[in-house]
C-alpha cells in the first residue's frame, strides 16, 4: 500500500539558510509524488510534483525537491530561506490512482 | 476565473445535529475529493467521486455521508454519528489522471459547540 512519511514535524532555519524538508514514500507502482504548502487557515497551494519526467524537479517561490528512486525519497529543498516561506508543507502521494495521500506535515519556521 | 469554492468558511453544530458542508467548482474537474485535517495528523481521506452519481469511501468515511448529483457539486454531510467532528474540511477536485494533483477550496472550520 502506499505511504508517505515526512521526517520532522517541525524545521526551525535563519533567514537565508537552506530549507531541507524531508519526505519517503512506499509505492509498489511508479508513483506521482507532491509537495503543497498550506498557509494557517487556508487551503493547499501545490509547489511542485513529480510524474515520471525529469527526476530533478523545479517549483514555484524557488523550491526544487529530487525524486530519487533507490532511497524512496522526494526531499524539498530551497537553497536561501525567506520569512514568507514560514507555513505548513505536505508532501503527498498517488494512491492506485484514485486519489493522493498525504504525509502527516512539517511546520517550517523562519527567524531573522 | 476557474476555482473551487467551500462554504460556509466557519461553521458551529450543536451535539446531536447533522451539518451539511458545501464544495462547488468551476474548472469542469471530474473528480472530487473530501479531507479532514487534524493538528499533527495530516490530511485523511473522507470520501472522493470520480464521477456523477458515484462516490467512495475513503479511510475515515464513518459518520460522514455525501452526494454528487452534479459535475459541480460534492456536498459533505457531517452526521450526528460522528463524534468528534471538530476539525477543518479540505475539499479538492482534479482531472481524472491525477498527474496535474488537486486544486484545493479554502477550507470549512466546523466546530462543536
Known amino acids: 500500500a502506499q505511504s508517505v512519511t515526512q521526517l520532522g514535524s517541525h524545521v526551525s532555519v535563519s533567514e537565508g539558510a537552506l530549507v531541507l524538508l524531508r519526505c519517503n514514500y512506499s509505492s509498489s507502482v511508479p508513483p506521482y509524488l507532491f509537495w503543497y504548502v498550506q498557509y494557517p487557515n487556508q487551503g493547499l497551494q501545490l509547489l511542485l510534483k513529480?510524474?515520471?519526467?525529469?527526476?530533478l524537479v523545479k517549483g514555484i517561490n524557488g523550491f526544487e525537491a529530487e525524486f530519487k528512486k533507490s532511497e524512496t525519497s522526494f526531499h524539498l529543498t530551497k537553497p536561501s530561506a525567506h520569512m514568507s516561506d514560514a507555513a505548513e508543507y505536505f508532501c503527498a502521494v498517488t494512491r492506485a490512482g484514485t486519489a493522493l495521500i498525504f504525509g502527516k506535515g512539517t511546520t517550517l519556521s523562519v527567524s531573522s | 476565473d476557474g476555482g473551487i469554492t467551500q462554504s460556509p468558511k466557519y461553521l458551529f453544530r450543536k451535539e446531536g445535529q447533522n451539518v451539511t458542508l458545501s464544495c462547488e467548482q468551476n474548472l469542469n474537474h471530474d473528480a472530487m475529493y473530501w479531507y479532514r485535517q487534524d493538528p499533527g495528523q495530516g490530511l485523511r481521506l473522507i470520501y472522493y467521486?470520480?464521477?456523477?452519481?458515484?462516490?467512495q469511501k475513503g479511510d475515515i468515511a464513518e459518520g460522514y455521508s455525501v452526494s454528487r448529483e452534479k459535475k459541480e457539486s460534492f456536498p459533505l454531510t457531517v452526521t450526528s454519528a460522528q463524534k468528534n467532528p471538530t476539525a477543518f474540511y479540505l475539499c479538492?477536485?482534479?482531472?481524472?489522471?491525477?498527474?496535474?494533483?488537486?486544486?484545493f477550496g479554502s477550507g470549512t472550520r466546523l466546530t462543536v459547540v
Open positions: 479538492a477536485s482534479s482531472i481524472q489522471h491525477l498527474n496535474y494533483g488537486y486544486t
Open positions: 467521486s470520480q464521477i456523477v452519481n458515484d462516490f
Open positions: 513529480y510524474t515520471s519526467a525529469a527526476t
